[in-house]
């Protein structure tokens, strides 16, 4: 049997990308990999004996570890957001794994930003990446954590909840943008909090206990709700 825990972050790869709100997953799995004293690689994907293991669309910089005598792997796809699928169910075939053994770590629309919330199955919520992964495992019962980053300014149509809200012409726009300077000092607290969350979960951590501790907002973040239900950004 292979890895008993697969965490995979959702990003797209190239430098062009390394600091979009599209790609907090891969700022996640680097922050949790920099604690553990990993270092990410190229996935190989052939065996020792040059047998191949993995098709040419399975593209991901990967590490492997042990917490708590638990083996895992850390996943960034190298596929781009729309087809992270097709590396994640080959991994997890390859681990002999069922899919509440992969946790993915996403960025939300829906949440503010600094709000995290675990989820142990789901819709995709108009989220590319986790549809991919749906439609390739055939089941969305994995676990994901989804992470705030927020709306752009304005685009609330005020037609419902939901990314159907949003006019559809701002949001791609949005997560493909770098996250603002005075945006930095909620995402550091998030990521940091997420790389918590991601690091007891490697090490064995029951879901729903993760869920009760990590899905309630933290003091600062609370404090930054109340100001932004003012109406002020945090500073004004």
């Known amino acids: 049997m292979g890895w008993h825990r697969i965490l995979l972050g959702i990003g797209n790869p190239g430098p062009e990308y ?3 709100r599209h790609n ?16 990410f690689t190229r996935l190989e994907r052939h065996a020792d004996d040059g047998a191949r293991v993995f098709s040419g669309k399975v593209k991901a910089k990967v590490c492997e570890g042990r917490q708590k005598g638990r083996s ?11 087809l ?10 390859h681990a002999g794994r069922q899919p509440d053994s992969l946790f993915v770590i996403v960025d939300d629309l829906n949440l503010p930003l600094g709000r995290m919330r675990i989820r142990p199955s789901g819709s995709a919520g108009g989220h590319n990446g986790l549809k991919s992964i749906q439609q390739s495992l055939g089941t969305d019962a994995f676990p994901r954590l989804r992470l ?22 701002d949001w791609p726009d949005y997560v493909l ?24 979960w490697l090490g064995g951590a029951d ?12 003091a600062d973040e609370a404090r930054g709700a109340e100001r932004n239900d003012s109406g002020k950004r945090p500073g004004e």
């Open 18 to 20: 390394e600091d979009t």
């Open 24 to 39: 907090i997953g891969f700022m996640v799995l680097d922050r949790v990999a920099q604690r553990l004293g990993l270092g």
């Open 72 to 82: 895992f792997l850390l996943v960034k796809p190298q596929s781009y957001v729309n």
């Open 84 to 93: 992270s699928g097709e590396v994640a169910a080959p991994l997890l075939r």
């Open 148 to 169: 705030g980053i927020g709306q752009p300014d304005g685009a609330r149509t005020g037609a419902g909840r939901g990314t159907e809200g949003l006019r559809a012409a």
């Open 177 to 200: 943008a770098p996250f603002l300077p005075e945006e930095r000092e909620v995402l550091g607290r998030m990521v940091d909090r997420a790389a918590d969350c991601a690091t007891q």
């Open 207 to 218: 879901l729903q206990n993760l869920m009760g501790t990590f899905n309630a907002p933290d």
